[in-house]
Every structure is written in structure tokens, then in C-alpha cells.
């Protein structure tokens, strides 16, 4: 494939937006161990969203969005705030003082629109250009591109120290909503953010684990509070292709692997009942795909990481509010040798022995954090695991996003995206996983970023297995 060159960008504006003056009083926020864990790792979330529109034009959207996205972090203030060591407690905290903003800068570009929307393979170069730079200071940053009279996208970069993907989403919706209806209507109340951090119990005393962990790797590594979020490399070597599976290739999924593991059973085989969900079987699918691209084979280990929204899986009375803003999320890491999850014939995605094996693999996982010891019982044991494995340098495929977290349901006024691309998945070798945009939402689409030679074998392998049935 060849290289496209990067198109030409205009930079109209660069600004600053606050909430409302007064409309928000002098607050800190406390980091909760949820919170540190994204601290220590270090993820800054990148994405860009395209919506189509005819005929738009910077000098007619940019009030609007301005306007908007100022009402909408007079809610969702802790975005425009600044991460901090608080001088009362020498612990990291989120604080807001009025005045506090976020940069917004305004673009033109030649690009094509409706090419950048598409699925097959292209150069990540030409996203790039649309991702909003993260200045050191700030918690968010937002890049608005009108994209050649077609339509424009916003480009988003945001540490997860700030919050978890239901958090930004619910941002996002509530920004695009303001922009749609030119106010806050009445039903907005339902979605309105939670900031109370004394929401998230921590019996066990992981904060003070988590917080240790983090200042002496910070020491270490000479980092500060001005210069912690990693910057997007501008690679020239690296594709990005978007893959869907439709709701009727998942339930076809679904009985291939129920009908092979009845078959085991009948034959006195011993196997434990899975939850084989649409998420279980995608993310078994890539598994399998991306080992076998890779040439991984022997007793070489295979990791896969994706996180687990806690909202439901705390230890009590009530579960915590699906509109708390801030992080609720763990990471499961699954192991295996690269013989168990890529050798063979069936290694294609297929629904064969590999593909079942995965399928085990990440169900089993998942079904651990609902057991007696539930997630606080069991965070101090992964965030340790995490820690050694970022230390060793390990390769871990690890899942951006999520299908229940709606990225589709954004809508700035012109409908929803035609195409969100989640570029930071570049950095750190994983894929993005949404719900489609659409088969009504009920299939699955999978954003993958490889070296051209890897997204070839990545392709062949992924096909194949949907040939096969």
C-alpha cells in the first residue's frame, strides 16, 4: 500500500474555554486507587470523531461549539481543573478554580472526508493531523476540523487518570447535546455527572498502596506533575483498518463454540459453563488473529488486557452510579503460550480448538471478579501483576473502549458520527473495540493498528475464519 501524503491543515484558532464565570466554586477532588492506577500507567486516550455535514463552515460553528462546550464543563468542571500534589495531604488531587480552561483549537483541512471514514487500511499519518495535542498542564484537549465542506470531526485527547471511558462519553453526549439544542433540556438531569470520590470504598487501603507505587515510579523515572502525558508519535510505518463483526457472524460464532464444547462433554470431557458473550467473542477472535499474524508460537507467552467496569461488581448496598465521573474500571490480564492460542490449522478465527481455547481464556477471566472476593479483593493482585509486566517490557494486546460505552450516540447536530478512530491504540500495540455504527447497534466494530506486513497477515487470518462458516 502505498503512502498517502498528509493533507494540508489550516489552523484557524487557537483558544481556551472555562465554564461559566462563577458557575463552578473552588474544588479538589481526591484521587481514589481507581484513579491512580491510570496515574502510574500512564494512558492518554486519543480519538478523533467524524460527523458528515454539507456546507460547513468554521465562521458558522465555532460560536456554537464554543458557547456548548462551555456549559457543558460548568458539569463536567474537573476536565478544565489541574492534577496537583495537594498541599494539605501531599496526595494527588484534581483542583478547580474558577477561571480554569481547556484548549480548544480550530482547523481547516483538505482532507478527504469520506475516504477517512472508510474501513480498509490506511497510513495513521493521515489521522494524526486531526488529534488534538495535549498540552502538559491540561486535563483535556479538543481539536475542532472542518473537514473540505463535508463535514468536520473532533479530535480528543484525555489522561485516564481524569476518568474512565463511561465518564467521557457521558461528556461528550452531554457537550454534543448542549450544541444540538443551543441549552441543558430537562432530561439532561438524568446524565448529569457524579463527582463525590467518597463514593468508591477502599477498605483495604489500596489507595495507599496504589500511591506509594506511583510516587516512587515517578521518582525514578523523573517525572513531575508538568510533564507526565507521553506525546503521539507522528509514525509513518503504521496502518489502522477497521473491522466489523455483524450480529448475525456473532450468534454464528456463538453456536459454533457451544455446539464444540457440548461436544467435549459427551464425550467425557470436562468443561466449566462460560458466558460466551458478543465482547468474548470478538476479543477471542482478535486474540487468535493477531498471535498468529505475529508468528508467535512454542511456550511464548500471549498477554491480553481490557478493562471491567466495577459500577455493578462492588462488594455493596448499592452499586455505584452509572454517571459517576471519574474511574471505576480494573484491568484483566489474560496469559497464554503462543502453541495454545496460534499453532494449527484452526488457527484462523475460525471456531476451532484455538479459537475455543481463547474464548475459555477471557469468559473465565472475567467470571473471577464476580467471585467471593470480588474486585477490591482482588485490584492489589493485578495492579502488582501490571507493574511487573510494564517493567519487563512485556507485549500485551490491551482493548481501548468498549461496546456499551455508546461511542455512536454523539450527536453535535448533524447526527451521529459517521466513523470514531481511537488513534492511541498505536502506541501501545492494542486494538479499539465499539458497538457498530450499524446492524442497529447489535454488531461489533474492532480498530486495529499494525505494520503494513502485520495488518496483511491480521487481514488473511480474519477473513479466512469468516469464509469457513
Known sequence: MATRPVHTINVMEHCRVSPPAGSVAETSLPLTFFDLIWLRVNVVVRSVSFFELSDCKVQ????????????ALQRFYPLAGALRLSPQ????EIHYTD???VPLTVVESDSDFYELVMDHPRDMAEFLPLVAELPASDLISLQLTVITDSGFSIGLAVPHVVADG????NFMRHWGSICRLGHESDSMSLLLPLHDRALIPDPNGLKRIFLDHVKMAMAKQGQNQQNLWPVQ????????ATFVLTRAKIEELRQRVTMAREGIMEEGGEKKPIHVSSFVLMCARVWVCLTKARAVEGDQ???FGFGVDCRGRMRMAQPIPATYFGNCVTMCIVSARGSDIAMGDDADGGGGARFMAACEAISGAIQRFDDDDGVLGRS????????????????IISVAGSPRLGFYDMDFGSGRPSKVVVTSIEQRGGISLAESRDDAGRGLEVGVAL?????????YYYDKGLKNY
Open 301 to 303: 507467552m500471549v498477554l
Open 99 to 101: 477561571g480554569d480552561s
Open 89 to 92: 495531604t501531599g496526595e494527588y
Open 233 to 240: 508519535a507522528q509514525s509513518q510505518h503504521m496502518v489502522r
Open 451 to 459: 505494520p503494513k506486513h502485520e495488518m496483511e497477515q491480521f487481514t
Open 60 to 71: 458558522t460553528h465555532l460560536p456554537y461549539s464554543k458557547q456548548s462546550l462551555s456549559l
Open 380 to 395: 492489589d493482585g493485578w495492579f502488582r501483576r501490571l507493574l511487573s509486566i510494564m517493567e519487563a517490557g512485556e507485549r
Open 166 to 169: 463511561h465518564g467521557i462519553m
